[in-house]
């Protein structure tokens, strides 16, 4: 059973627009979201994270917005870039009962912004 | 600059054999985890340290095992390789408590003929 659920597996935008990924998960005990980027034959590089007591966390053009009454997360690209096209991953992590908060991922959507 | 290395990236070879992929971390990180990404999965976890003399199994596990003897390295073992191995390995390492990211190494594609 996925936990952790990204149900478009691939997004085309068009470079300038906004790229809006979203992501689905199931555990109520997750407390820490995490989204990595990742280019292929590259391993993935942490992009934005946020904490489950906040409900928006903004990095330049990158925004990720948690909404917990709909266990459900977002990850917004404003404007999108052609160097953005990569993989994106969703992970979600929960610390309690000694656990140091191992990363649970979602399937990937890949990105495509055209120019 | 502190890097995590993964060593080799790649690697063929047979069904029976015994494998073994190395990754070191210079970032003094307590944990370190190793995952496997195939298409249509994700990234699943496979095991996971804590620390020196922590191993512990991960979703994925069966056929795969993991010793911690320093700070630094985290050997990943398949003892008998299977074609259903042949994947893309990715090893990651985090200081401990909340909120720290995983670094990852650049990956190991294993064809297991």
């Known amino acids: 059973d996925q936990q952790v659920k990204q149900n478009s597996p691939s997004l085309s935008v068009q470079e300038g627009r906004i790229s809006i990924l979203n992501c689905d998960y199931t555990?109520?005990?997750?407390?820490?979201f995490l989204w990595y980027k990742k280019y292929p034959a590259e391993g993935p590089t942490f992009l934005i994270s946020?904490?489950?007591?906040?409900d928006k966390n903004e990095d330049g053009r990158f925004t990720v917005f948690l909404n917990k009454s709909a266990k459900h997360l977002s990850l917004h690209i404003v404007p999108s870039q052609p160097g953005d096209s990569a993989v994106y991953f969703c992970?979600?992590?929960?610390?309690?009962?000694?656990?140091?908060?191992?990363?649970?991922f979602g399937k990937g959507t890949k990105l495509s912004v055209k120019p | 600059d502190a890097e995590i290395t993964q060593s080799p990236r790649h690697k063929i070879t047979e069904t029976g054999r015994q494998v073994t992929l190395a990754c070191h971390q210079t970032?003094?990180?307590?944990?370190m985890f190793w995952y496997r990404q195939d298409l249509g999965h994700g990234l699943r976890l496979i095991h996971y340290?804590?620390?020196?003399?922590?191993?512990n199994k991960g979703e994925v596990s069966d056929g795969y095992s993991v010793s911690r003897s320093n700070t630094e390295d985290l050997p990943l073992t398949l003892e008998s390789a299977a074609s259903s191995q042949t994947s893309v390995y990715f090893c990651?390492?985090?200081?401990?408590?909340?909120?720290?990211?995983?670094?990852f190494g650049p990956g190991t594609r294993l064809t297991v003929l």
């Open positions: 990651a390492s985090s200081d401990s408590g909340f909120g720290n990211e995983q670094f």
């Open positions: 555990n109520s005990m997750f407390d820490y």
């Open positions: 946020i904490s489950s007591i906040k």
């Open positions: 992970a979600a992590s929960a610390h309690y009962g000694g656990s140091q908060g191992n990363l649970i």
């Open positions: 970032w003094n990180h307590n944990n």
């Open positions: 340290s804590y620390g020196v003399q922590d191993t």
